[in-house]
């Protein structure tokens, strides 16, 4: 079995967690880009890094990467590709594009070409004019850079973050590669506890939830890739198994979601219900300027409102002013907040350890962290 070429995408920003995963899940051979980290690996990667992956969004399989300057040269460079050798001869496909400072601009006339050029390989291989396009479906990306064109097949289909839990969400939730980005950029780890003010829907809850109990974030998806005849069935029901047998259930752990509305909690606890992990996670309609603990050395994560519309900036700024009188009593805790406030810090009145931009969705983020001491070692 021959070594293939993955590439998976992330949020600008992301990208060195990402590599961190990938590390963790045995690849060594990485290549980190802007939005992307490449890798290499076997057909069997496909659906481990898609089943695995917390903060990628897509894991594309990479096809060619080429210079073109022409029309002539782009269709001819993507007929060598070995197209015959994954699409099938019933499959269905689309072409999607993107083009920044190349001489083949139009992503219109670039995804025709390319698709010209994948049918006319087709027909070579499978002796045929026509293709009923019935069968399992691929999505191919030609992204062009400064002339380079890169191809590739999207083997997740829907994007990463639609882990299956989430069957409703309120306004401006935070996706779920942000979230479980959030928790992996903390100081948090499965003996402390957790909460989360403004938890909306649950997603950071839940996916604290699933990283504590060593949870894959695919176990309940499915992928494009799975309908592929080139890749064996086998794989996928292996990794799954493998993922069911890697979950720590035994693990206590001590995670309280609260909002001050009440159908959000409601819908939190649903989505935490549907994910299996309502046994680890407490929910309360609450006022987050209500929140104190005796507990030390705790972690707050949480996606607080931004006030976006008009007449919001105002109610939101004073809600960040009293967040940082009430929460400034948690002196031994550890703070996250991400919102796309620029002047979160000064309104909080305290300065972040750090501060990364981030997007949650299109929306330009900070993520601003407020490191407490480290718990004391116990004898």
């Known amino acids: 079995m021959g070594q293939i070429e993955l590439i998976a995408t992330s949020t600008f920003g992301l990208e060195s967690l990402v590599k961190r995963e990938l590390l963790k899940l045995g690849y060594t051979d990485l290549k980190v880009e802007n939005g992307k980290v490449t890798f290499k690996g076997e057909e069997k990667d496909i659906a481990k890094t898609n089943i695995w992956l ?65 049918v006319e390989k087709l027909k070579t291989k499978y002796k045929t004019e026509w293709f009923k396009e019935t069968g399992a479906k691929f999505t191919i990306l030609v992204s062009i850079l400064k002339d380079v064109v890169t191809l590739s097949i999207d083997t997740s289909g829907e994007a990463l973050h639609m882990r299956g839990y989430r069957k409703m969400h309120v306004n401006a939730p935070v996706k779920e590669t942000i979230a479980a980005a959030m928790i992996q950029l903390s100081y948090w780890s499965p003996e402390r506890i957790l909460i989360d003010p403004f938890c909306g829907s649950g997603t950071i809850p839940i996916e604290a939830a699933m990283i504590g109990k060593n949870i894959a974030p695919g176990i309940q998806r499915s992928f494009a890739a799975e309908d592929w005849q080139k890749i064996k069935e086998e794989y996928w029901k292996e990794e799954k198994i493998f993922a069911r047998k890697s979950i720590i259930q035994e693990r206590e752990l001590k995670i309280f979601g609260y909002d001050i509305d009440k159908e959000a909690v409601k819908i939190a606890r649903e989505n935490t219900y549907e994910m299996g992990v309502d046994d680890c996670i407490t929910y309360e309609t609450k006022d987050a300027l209500q929140l104190s603990s005796k507990k030390k050395y705790g972690v707050i994560i949480s996606n607080p409102p931004y006030g976006e519309r008009m007449g919001e900036k105002e109610k939101v700024e004073d809600l960040y002013r009293k967040m940082g009188e009430v929460f400034s009593f948690l002196d031994t805790w550890s703070l996250y907040f991400l919102t796309s406030n620029e002047e979160f810090e000064k309104i909080y009145g305290r300065r972040a350890d750090r501060r990364r931009k981030l997007f949650n969705g299109k929306i330009k983020v900070n993520y601003y962290q407020f490191y407490g001491p480290r718990p004391k070692k116990r004898n």
Do not use: H
């Open 54 to 118: 917390r903060t990628a969004d897509r894991v594309f399989l990479k096809m060619g990467e080429f210079k073109a300057l022409t029309f002539d040269e782009l269709f001819e460079k993507t007929k060598a590709l070995p197209w015959e050798e994954w699409i099938d001869e019933d499959g269905e496909f689309t072409v999607n594009g993107k083009s920044v400072d190349s001489k083949l601009f139009s992503i219109s006339d670039c995804q025709a070409i390319v698709k010209k050029a994948v």
